[in-house]
């Protein structure tokens, strides 16, 4: 099992890091996970361990980060890191014993400097020693501890209090850009509905979402958000799924269609059936995928935490090296031990810590309101460097929806053949079953079906007033040893037969997406070289839509397990998306670097299956998404170059002298706080 809680007081992204290794390699822990963007910690493990490890988590935590505290009651209410405000009274405490030290002369103006210089930084040098005793040195309270003290062991008082004052103000300044962007990430994604009209007794009661049950009735005024998935029982309305879809095309519901929650009530009151209780509902599940897409961690995250940790001992080496080396020759130790001391000071490498995990929270923060869900951080480093997509070609290039253009019996009456084949179709959620059923036109009798067996790849059997029906492709007819009539028309042909015999075919205009062709125009414009199509249907077909959309490769007559053969001779040479509509094809959609679920609005198994779900059928989400993520990945390298930059200029400085600690201290926040800003770009 897997639990998840709030954490609070996990100040720096370098805790979180090593909050994350301890509690990892806990016993009976399968998998740790600290997110410090969304300020929570996971934990996966087997159920009849879970009470002790809760407990060795709880001490693991007070060990490693004894400020931080998980949330593991439910707790009402919010609470906001209280101490920080804090840090600007001492800091202006320490001002005023600064101003006083400088005006009395003597010991009674140390004794200021020193009381300023605690006011200041009394927190960071108890975490400093408490550090020390447990074996973690090199962690920022240390850096700024030693070179503060140093100034101040070398009587520059008013360097080592304003170090220390402008690290933690730069602390203050870069939380609460944290936390903005936190904020401002979360109203991005505000389709959370607060509450619901739960009809009862003809009566409406304003109550929580998760309090309603699957079949009571709800009420929808115009203004409103649709708080649960239903059917509508009365009225009509057009409802905004802007939200979830990112599609602003307002969509029209009435009796008897499906709502969505987390879209908009546009325009009439909608008296609604719900379908499923809140924790299982679309809003919900899009917001779980979101808020857990943290754990998916970039090769570009990982990498910047295992830097972090190398870099600041290389740092602190640096800095000895400084203070004992140049002076053996000039014989300057004071110089060279303050130009080491603010070599310390930029050794904090919490501007990238930050925001390479951010930048990541933001693009997909600011993708799922375009209605592209990506899984995790990860699977958008791999969109953003696509050499092939494959894709799957009905429900994903072709049309869902399409209609019987010819019904050709062998034997029977049209209409007897149609009925058949209706019948057996009754139950299928594949395209080609839906079409069927609606151009039979009329009711479906359910009870005259049974024993439905989907033969996926190629079609269905089925008992229909006892006899056997099967229906699919040439190959599944095959498979029963009868011969098929050869289809003059274009498109997709459905054959059936009864006990064994033939009965004839129909055929589907099987339309191409209007937008398919731009869709493939934009990924190769992107980069992306090897268009693929995979179909179970006919290779006349196949060939046809193939070239009509201008794909580079296509491979029919395929079942899912030829899909996944043929997926698996395309990987190794970077990464490989598939795309599919979540029928028939889960297997071949996990097993591609990226799988990508068109249509996850109302399906589970697409969100469940896939790396990326694109909220509605439209293919030229695609491009789309490969833009976000090359535009995100840009903020990570920017961030990473631009904050890697200027720390080893300011370094340089140091080591001429021609930086003091001062400046050292600007830069890093500076760096950090620019870094934050950049990285909200990616929500964009
Ligand atoms: P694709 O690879 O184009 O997405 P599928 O793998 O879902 O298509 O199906 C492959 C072929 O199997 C279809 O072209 C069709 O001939 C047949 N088939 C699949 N499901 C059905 C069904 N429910 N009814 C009739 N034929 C079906
Ligand atoms: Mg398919």
């Known amino acids: 099992m897997k639990k998840t809680w709030p954490i609070e007081n996990l100040d720096c992204p370098n805790c979180a890091a090593k909050l994350e290794c301890a509690l990892s390699s806990l016993e009976h822990v399968d998998a740790a996970n600290v997110n410090f963007v969304n300020k929570t910690v996971s934990i996966t493990v087997k159920e009849e361990v879970f009470a002790e490890v809760c407990q060795a988590v709880l001490a693991e935590t007070a060990r490693v980060e004894p400020e931080a505290r998980i949330i593991i009651e439910e707790e009402h209410g919010h609470h906001h890191g209280g101490a920080r405000p804090v840090v600007l009274y001492r800091v202006g405490a320490a001002a005023v014993l600064l101003a006083a030290g400088l005006l009395v002369k003597g010991w009674l103006g140390v004794v200021l400097f020193v009381l300023a210089y605690l006011a200041v930084g009394y927190d960071i040098l108890l975490a400093a020693v408490r550090n020390i005793g447990r074996g973690q040195i090199f962690d920022e309270n240390f850096l700024m501890a030693v070179a503060s003290l140093g100034a101040m062991l070398m009587g520059e008082y008013a360097e080592g209090i304003a170090v220390l004052a402008l690290y933690q103000v730069g602390e203050w300044f870069q939380e609460r850009a944290v936390d903005k962007s936190r904020a401002s990430i979360a109203a991005l994604m505000d389709i959370r509905p607060d509450y619901a009209n739960l009809l009862e007794n003809g009566q409406a009661v304003k109550v929580a979402p998760d309090a309603v049950q699957v079949g009571q009735t709800i009420l929808i005024r115009p203004g409103e958000k649709v708080p649960l998935d239903g059917v509508v029982m009365e009225g009509s309305s057009s409802l905004n799924t802007v939200a979830l879809t990112g599609e602003s095309l307002p969509r029209d519901v009435a009796e008897g269609d499906k709502v969505v929650s987390g879209s908009v009530n546009l325009s009439g009151l909608l008296t609604v059936q719900v379908t499923s209780?809140?924790?299982?509902?679309?809003?919900?599940?899009?917001?779980?995928?979101?808020?857990?897409?943290?754990?998916?961690?970039?090769?570009?995250?990982?990498?910047?935490?295992?830097?972090?940790?190398?870099?600041?001992?290389?740092?602190?080496?640096?800095?000895?090296?400084l203070a004992v080396i140049p002076p053996l020759f000039d014989g300057q130790w004071m110089m060279w031990l303050r130009r080491a001391l603010t070599f310390l000071v930029i050794s904090c490498p919490c501007a990238l810590v930050i925001s390479v995990p951010l930048t990541f929270f933001s693009g997909i923060g600011g993708a799922s309101r375009k209605g592209i869900l990506i899984k995790g951080a990860n699977y958008m480093e791999a969109l953003a460097g696509l050499k092939a997509v494959v894709f799957d070609k009905t429900g994903t290039l072709t049309q869902g929806s399409f209609s019987v253009t010819a019904v050709k019996p062998r034997g029977v009456a049209e209409a007897e053949l149609l009925e058949m084949a209706a019948l057996a179709e009754s139950h299928s959620s594949h395209p080609i079953g839906k079409s069927v059923i609606a151009a039979y036109g009329k009711a479906v009798d359910h009870s005259r079906v049974a024993d439905v067996t989907e033969l996926a790849g190629q079609g269905l059997s089925a008992l229909v007033d006892g006899r056997t029906v099967h229906v699919g492709n040439a190959k599944l007819m095959a498979g029963l040893g009868l011969t098929v009539d050869a289809a003059q028309e274009t498109g997709t042909v459905v054959h059936m037969a009864v006990d064994g015999t033939y009965w004839g075919h129909l055929v589907i205009d099987d339309e191409v997406k209007p937008t398919a062709a731009a869709a493939v125009q934009g990924l190769k414009e992107n980069g992306v070289s090897r268009l693929v199509m995979l179909t179970g249907d006919r290779q006349a077909v196949a060939q046809r839509i193939a070239d009509q959309l201008g794909l580079t490769e296509v491979h029919a007559e395929?079942?899912?397990?030829?899909?996944?053969?043929?997926?698996?001779?395309?990987l190794g040479n970077g990464p490989v998306a598939f795309v599919g509509d979540g029928i028939n094809d889960a297997p071949v959609l996990r097993r591609a670097d990226v799988g990508i679920a068109m249509g996850g609005m109302g399906s589970d198994a697409a969100i469940e299956a896939a790396d990326v779900v694109l909220m509605d059928d439209d293919p030229a989400k695609l491009p789309r998404a490969i833009g976000i993520a090359r535009k995100t990945m840009g903020i990570v390298r920017q961030n990473?170059?631009?904050?890697?930059?200027?720390?080893?200029?300011?370094?340089?400085?140091?080591?001429?002298?021609?930086?003091?600690?001062?400046?050292?201290?600007?830069?890093?926040?500076?760096?950090?706080?620019?870094?934050?800003?950049?990285?909200?770009?990616a929500m964009k």
């Open 640 to 681: 990473i170059a631009f904050a890697l930059g200027i720390k080893l200029a300011v370094m340089l400085m140091g080591a001429l002298g021609v930086a003091n600690m001062w400046i050292a201290v600007f830069a890093d926040v500076g760096v950090a706080m620019l870094a934050i800003l950049n990285a909200m770009r």
């Open 558 to 570: 395929l079942l899912p397990e030829d899909k996944v053969h043929r997926l698996e001779a395309l």
């Open 277 to 321: 209780a809140y924790g299982e509902s679309t809003v919900a599940k899009i917001l779980q995928l979101v808020e857990a897409s943290g754990e998916n961690k970039a090769k570009a995250e990982k990498f910047i935490t295992r830097f972090a940790r190398v870099y600041t001992p290389l740092v602190c080496l640096a800095a000895v090296l």
